[in-house]
């Protein structure tokens, strides 16, 4: 009987570690990283892309701009 409950047991092991290998082995696989960092980088970019928008259309952003692009083209005029 004690023979019969420890092969059931070892068995129940072997299964056990078998499909954490596999697991493992599932886990370590890089297959669609790229795509999906990729698409994480869009995400956020569109994101931003957004909150830009957002804050240039609303808030009084439009006249910071304004104000931001003047400076600039008045500080390339003045180094020419």
Not at 31 to 38: H, L
Not at 55 to 67: E, F, I
């Amino acid at each position: 009987m004690y023979e019969l409950i420890l092969r059931a047991h070892l068995t129940v092991l072997a299964v056990a570690s078998e499909r954490l290998e596999r697991a493992r082995h599932r886990l370590r696989d890089d297959r669609g990283q790229a795509t999906t960092e990729y698409a994480l980088v869009l995400l956020a970019a569109a994101l931003v892309a957004v909150l830009v928008i957002t804050w240039a259309t609303a808030g009084g952003g439009a006249a910071k701009v304004g104000r931001l692009f003047d400076r600039v083209i008045d500080s390339v005029i003045d180094k020419v």
